[in-house]
């Protein structure tokens, strides 16, 4: 049933992604950096405390180092 989703997603599994981080324009616009940017982990990750804290502190830093109106 998600075989060919899973293989969309993947590049037909040559590629599998494990972590991403998107900014959310709408939330943005709306209520300010605070929860704009969002980190997005694979499922095998997830449990991981040093990865969950890395993803946050990129966000944070994303927010602090660059103009987000500039990127919009």
């Not at 209520?31 to 704009?36: D, E, L, M």
Request: aromatic residues 8%.
């Amino acid at each position: 049933m998600f075989g060919p989703v899973t293989r969309l997603l993947t590049k037909n599994l040559q590629r599998i992604p494990l972590l991403r981080i998107d900014f959310n324009r709408k939330r943005f616009k709306k209520h300010g950096a605070k929860n704009s940017c969002m980190g997005v982990i694979h499922p095998m990750l997830k449990n991981d405390k040093y990865v969950i804290e890395m993803m946050k502190a990129l966000c944070s830093y994303i927010k602090e180092k660059y103009n987000m109106e500039d990127i919009i």
